[in-house]
C-alpha cells in the first residue's frame, strides 16, 4: 500500500464534454462560470502524469482518465464516474491513483468533492497525445476523445479541474464512450487542454 498522505503529479491535462465550446463553467478572463449548455454534462476527462509519487511509491509516466456524467438539476450537480488507471500501473501504483483520483488524498485536488458514485476503477489500456492541436484519448476500445479545432478567444480561459491557476486552450472536440451506463457520441462538442500539479 503507498503512502497517499505524501504525494505530488503534475503533467498535462486534456478534457471534453457535450457542452457548446467555450465551456460555459470555465472561467473567461476570470469571471465565474455557469450552468451546462444543455443541462446535463457528459465528460471524459485525462491526465499525463509526468513525475510524480506518493510515499516512495513512483507514479511517473502513468496515464489516468475519469469519464462521468451529472444533472444540473440534481442537487450539487453530483457526479457518477468511472476511473480509469494506466493498465502498465502496479498493484502500489494502482491503490495510489485510485485513492488520489477519489479524494481520499486530500490536497489541492478539489473537483473530487463533486464525485458521489463510483462506478469502478479499473485498469484500461490508455494512449494520450496532448501535443498541441493534435489532443487525442483512447480508452481501450470503448471511449475517445479528439480536438477537432482551437477557438479563437481573447483572453483567459481555465478550469477547475486542474485549477484555475492553469489557464489553458478552449477546443472544439468530438467524444464517445460505450461503457455500462455511460453511452453517448457527440461531435464538435468543447475541450481544453493545459497543464496541472496536485499535491497533499
Known amino acids: 500500500m503507498s503512502d497517499i498522505s505524501r504525494y505530488r503529479i503534475e503533467g498535462s491535462y486534456y478534457e471534453a464534454c457535450n457542452c457548446d465550446a467555450i465551456c460555459p463553467c470555465r472561467r473567461q ?27 516512495e511509491t513512483d507514479l511517473s509516466n502513468l496515464d489516468v482518465c475519469m469519464a462521468g456524467t451529472y444533472d444540473d438539476a440534481e442537487d450539487g450537480s453530483p457526479w457518477s464516474v468511472f476511473i480509469y488507471v494506466d493498465e502498465a500501473a502496479s498493484d502500489a501504483q494502482m491503490d495510489a491513483l485510485g485513492k488520489i483520483f477519489q479524494g481520499h488524498a486530500g490536497g489541492n485536488i478539489l473537483f473530487t468533492g463533486n464525485i458521489s458514485k463510483v462506478l469502478s476503477i ?12 493534435r489532443e487525442t484519448i483512447a480508452i481501450g476500445g470503448i471511449g475517445s476523445v479528439r480536438v477537432e479545432d482551437y477557438v479563437d478567444f481573447d483572453g483567459t480561459v481555465s478550469c477547475g479541474i486542474p485549477g484555475h491557476d492553469h489557464p489553458g486552450k478552449e477546443s472544439v472536440s468530438s467524444l464517445h464512450i460505450k461503457d455500462g451506463p455511460l453511452e453517448w457520441d457527440y461531435k464538435e462538442r468543447c475541450g481544453f487542454s493545459t497543464d496541472f500539479a496536485y499535491w497533499s
Open 122 to 133: 479499473k485498469r484500461a489500456r490508455i494512449s494520450l497525445d496532448h501535443s498541441k492541436g
Open 29 to 55: 478572463n476570470g469571471m465565474e462560470g455557469g450552468l451546462s449548455t444543455y443541462g446535463n454534462c457528459d465528460f471524459i476527462l485525462s491526465w499525463a502524469i509526468l513525475k510524480g509519487h506518493a510515499g
